[in-house]
Nanobody, 129 residues
Framework: QVQLVESGGGLVQAGGSLRLTCAASGRTFSRYAMGWFRQAPGKEREFVAAINWSGGGTGYLDSVKGRFIISRDNAKNTVYLQMNSLKPEDTAVYYC??????????????????????WGQGTQVTVSS
């Protein structure tokens, strides 16, 4: 089991940057593929970015490609989301999630909510125009 705690959210002007951090408990962080999702008011939670256990494979929502970068440091049990050129439509609560990796799926990353077992409590990101 893993517990996830997000941080780094806040208020930023359009065009600005933020870096979100997700700290994971436990000693087997490298056995989890990780993802970031977001939920804006009145909308469903949506996929933003994902990374496989080693960091060698990543995927992104089309609207954040070229602006957001997901990365991980397994030695620090941490996954990051660097968000650049932020837009007001990026305003949402951002959630970190973990998918336990099995041998057969070890190189995969995951893009749908129901593929993730563990979730953090979320961090608010607000982008003003």
């Amino acid at each position: 089991q893993v517990q996830l705690v997000e941080s780094g959210g806040g208020l930023v002007q359009a065009g600005g940057s933020l870096r979100l951090t997700c700290a994971a408990s436990g000693r087997t962080f490298s056995r989890y593929a990780m993802g970031w999702f977001r939920q804006a008011p009145g909308k469903e939670r949506e996929f933003v970015a994902a990374i496989n256990w080693s960091g060698g494979g990543t995927g992104y929502l089309d609207s954040v490609k070229g602006r957001f970068i997901i990365s991980r440091d397994n030695a620090k049990n941490t996954v990051y989301l660097q968000m650049n050129s932020l837009k007001p439509e990026d305003t949402a609560v951002y959630y970190c999630a973990a998918h336990p990796v099995t041998y057969s799926s070890s190189n995969n990353y995951y893009t749908t909510l129901d593929e993730y077992t563990y979730w953090g409590q979320g961090t608010q990101v607000t982008v003003s125009s």
